[in-house]
């Protein structure tokens, strides 16, 4: 098992922050603004803050990815901070 982790600031266009690999992920994601309406938004490549989950100010959520998976992120607005820690669940 390896464990990742990051502080990730993003832009307005999708990101990857958690690659696909050959392994299931555990991942943990934490938007660490604290003002109000700073969202981080979550999905596929083709996220836009229209289509996608967004994470609250001071929000945490965690999810598995299958193997091969990718996650991605963007900001709303320009510059907000995701913290980003997950682990491989080798097989």
Do not use: W
Not at 70 to 78: E, G, I, K, T, V
Request: glycine letters at 8%.
């Amino acid at each position: 098992m390896t464990l990742y982790n990051a502080a990730i600031t993003l832009g307005t266009a999708a990101q990857v922050v958690v690659p696909g690999g050959t392994s299931p992920v555990k991942v943990y994601l934490h938007n660490m603004e604290h003002a109000s309406n700073r969202f981080i938004h979550l999905g596929g490549s083709g996220i836009t803050t229209a289509n996608s989950l967004h994470l609250d100010p001071s929000a945490t959520v965690n999810l598995v990815l299958n193997r091969t998976e990718a996650l991605y992120a963007l900001s709303d607005p320009n510059g907000c901070v995701l913290g980003v820690l997950y682990q491989t669940m080798d097989e």
